[in-house]
């Protein structure tokens, strides 16, 4: 029989559930920094697409303040953080990846 409150759901998990929401944009924050600094550094081969990425992740961080301000309830704000960190990795290993696609020849 499923339980709905069986504590090895992903969406049980206590981050996902009681949270205030400042530890998402902590992370978010050294997170954002990391990738970045990591599409900067190739600024100098693929300038366009590094530096609209970071500009993308620079976006998406700062929707994850918005959230955490302007969503007040705590699970859906606490999935949408969660929501917008992963986004915010996607788009700079897609950026990555799009960068060492055009490299080979």
Same mark, same amino acid.
Request: glycine share 4%; proline share 4%; net charge positive.
């Given at each position: 029989?499923?339980?709905?409150?069986?504590?090895?759901?992903?969406?049980?998990?206590?981050? !996902? /559930?009681?949270?205030?929401?400042?530890?998402?944009?902590?992370?978010?924050?050294?997170?954002?920094?990391?990738?970045?600094?990591?599409?900067?550094?190739?600024?100098?081969?693929?300038?366009?697409?590094?530096?609209?990425?970071?500009?993308?992740?620079?976006?998406?961080?700062?929707?994850?303040?918005?959230?955490?301000?302007?969503?007040?309830?705590?699970? /859906?704000?606490?999935?949408?953080?969660?929501?917008? !960190?992963?986004?915010?990795?996607?788009?700079?290993?897609?950026?990555?990846?799009?960068?060492?696609?055009? /490299?080979?020849?």
């Amino acid at each position: 029989m499923l339980d709905p409150d069986d504590p090895t759901k992903v969406r049980n998990q206590p981050a !996902l /559930r009681t949270s205030s929401g400042r530890e998402w944009l902590i992370v978010g924050a050294v997170t954002a920094a990391i990738c970045v600094v990591v599409l900067l550094l190739q600024a100098t081969t693929a300038g366009f697409i590094a530096i609209s990425a970071s500009a993308v992740v620079v976006v998406i961080y700062a929707a994850m303040l918005i959230v955490k301000e302007m969503v007040k309830p705590q699970r /859906r704000r606490l999935g949408i953080l969660a929501m917008l !960190l992963v986004s915010m990795m996607l788009v700079t290993v897609a950026a990555l990846l799009v960068i060492v696609l055009t /490299r080979v020849e």
